[in-house]
């Protein structure tokens, strides 16, 4: 059974950083594409980043030159690193499973349970 468990969500102040991981077992994770969504209150959930078994990456516009997305494939662990953080940033963030085609991710069935990331003052 796939599981995906993130961490490293928290509350930070506009221009500060955080760096998010999802650890996965139960699934070849070298062979598998792995991404970041986010889903803020009253919006539907977002491409953040997303990353191909061979290294390929992609991300959503609104987080493009701040974000940086990373995988061990010793570990079974995809990382979020994001920088210069803003207000509308906020959302609960959700490590996937998916696939990456053509260039673009598209979200699998196996989602984490979410973590929380707040940017405050």
């Known amino acids: 059974q796939v599981q995906l468990v993130e961490s490293g969500g928290g509350l930070v102040q506009p221009g500060g950083s955080l760096r998010l991981s999802c650890r996965a077992s139960?699934?070849?994770?070298?062979?598998?594409?792995m991404g970041w969504y986010r889903q803020a209150p009253g919006k539907e959930r977002e491409l953040v980043a997303g990353?191909?078994?061979?290294?390929?990456?992609v991300y959503g516009d609104s987080v493009q030159g701040r974000f940086t997305i990373s995988r061990d494939n010793d570990k079974n662990t995809v990382d979020l690193q994001m920088n210069s953080l803003r207000p509308e940033d906020t959302a609960v963030y959700f490590c996937n499973k998916g696939t990456f085609y053509g260039g673009q991710y598209y979200f699998g069935t196996y989602w984490g349970q979410g973590t929380q990331v707040t940017v405050s003052s």
């Open positions: 139960g699934t070849a994770f070298s062979i598998s594409a």
């Open positions: 990353v191909s078994r061979g290294g390929t990456i």
